[in-house]
């Protein structure tokens, strides 16, 4: 019930083209759902984050879908840029346990061709 | 402001060899992790600490140990390594968010190998 499932494991998306990454959980009582981007040889660092009051959040060109119903989150990626190219990470954590836990997803390593 | 920061940034141990993993932050967060990230497996908690003197294990701990003595140093302990250590090891750190956005910031990682 902890697992955080994330799909696809790796993506190849053409310059300006839209990348899209998915993930599904299992726990209710999860209330936070970041989205964490990692470039080679650094540490993952937060992207985008949505709380599940809200079905939608945006910010730029990225943008995080959220289904309560359906347990699942989706970011997108719109006019994808070389720049994008990196690995991405969902996560989940229950934010009123105050200990900031993360439960990461396994991971989607997306190349934008130019 | 230099963040999180880890060292060394890699490191070969021997097997039955023993080191520390050093972690230190200078943003005054009580918040401190350890990851552990294998390809294809995303980040796995290993410990956390949520200020000076308290420490819990997470989903990973098994070979490891930690001491949170201040703020700042969050040192992460491999006792008898093992080729199962063998990973890229993050270390983080966040504040309470009191309402506001839970982010946590993350070091530049150590890659070690155990042969």
């Known amino acids: 019930q902890q697992q955080v499932k994330q799909s696809p494991q790796s993506l190849i998306v053409q310059k300006g083209g839209i990348s899209i990454i998915n993930c599904a959980y299992e726990?209710?009582?999860?209330?936070?759902f970041p989205w964490y981007q990692q470039f080679p040889g650094k540490g993952p660092a937060l992207l985008i984050a949505?709380?599940?009051?809200?079905s939608e959040k945006k910010e730029g060109r990225f943008t995080i879908s959220f289904n309560k119903s359906a347990k699942q989150f989706s970011l997108h990626i719109m006019d994808s840029q070389p720049g994008d190219s990196a690995t991405y990470f969902c996560a989940a954590s229950i934010e009123r346990r105050a200990t900031n836990k993360l439960i990461f997803g396994t991971g989607t390593l997306l190349a934008v061709q130019p | 402001n230099a963040g999180v920061t880890q060292t060394p940034k890699f490191r070969i141990l021997k097997i039955g060899q023993s080191m520390t993993l050093q972690c230190t932050q200078d943003m005054n967060h009580n918040y401190m992790y350890w990851y552990r990230q294998d390809p294809g497996m995303g980040l796995k908690l290993i410990y956390y600490s949520v200020g000076a003197g308290i420490t819990d294990k997470g989903e990973v701990p098994n070979g490891y140990n930690v001491s949170r003595s201040t703020t700042e140093d969050f040192p992460l302990r491999l006792e008898l390594a093992a080729p199962s250590q063998t990973s890229v090891y993050f270390c983080?750190?966040?504040?309470?968010?009191?309402?506001?956005?839970?982010?946590?910031?993350f070091g530049a990682g150590t890659r070690l190998s155990v042969l």
């Open positions: 983080a750190s966040s504040y309470p968010s009191g309402g506001r956005w839970d982010i946590q910031y």
């Open positions: 726990n209710t009582a999860f209330d936070y």
């Open positions: 949505i709380r599940p009051d809200v």
